[in-house]
């Protein structure tokens, strides 16, 4: 199993990557790959690219509370991944009375 965090509230002296308070990790086990939140904003997306990871074959997003700088970064995801078959696995409550926007106006409500 191989974990990279891909944002936090650290940065690294000898490590070029931007961090913010909040949390996004990748993890990946043999066939499958996901991330754990996605933090506030598409600093994980920045972040995995100059890793050279590529977020577009991941098989879910695991969101572990509800919270902007663990969620957020789901709106800017979905503006660059038009994938419909991703799964979010979340607490139910987790978005009660969030909606995330994509591109086009085209809404996902998460409450249901």
């Given at each position: 199993m191989k974990l990279k965090v891909l944002v936090d509230n650290n940065t690294y002296i000898d490590q070029?990557?931007?961090g913010e308070?909040?949390?996004?990790?990748?993890?990946?086990d043999e066939d499958t790959s996901f991330l754990f939140d996605v933090g506030y904003s598409d600093l994980f997306?920045?972040?995995?690219?100059?890793l050279g990871i590529d977020l577009q074959n991941i098989s879910s997003?695991?969101?572990s509370h509800g919270h902007d700088d663990h969620?957020?970064?789901?709106?800017?995801?979905?503006?660059?991944n038009h994938r419909k078959n991703i799964s979010i696995i979340a607490h139910p409550n987790?978005?009660?009375e969030k909606m995330i926007?994509?591109?086009y106006k085209e809404e996902i409500d998460l409450t249901s």
């Open positions: 070029y990557y931007c308070p909040a949390v996004s990790y990748y993890i990946k997306i920045r972040n995995s690219n100059a997003i695991v969101i969620t957020r970064g789901l709106k800017y995801y979905f503006e660059q987790a978005f009660k926007q994509l591109l």
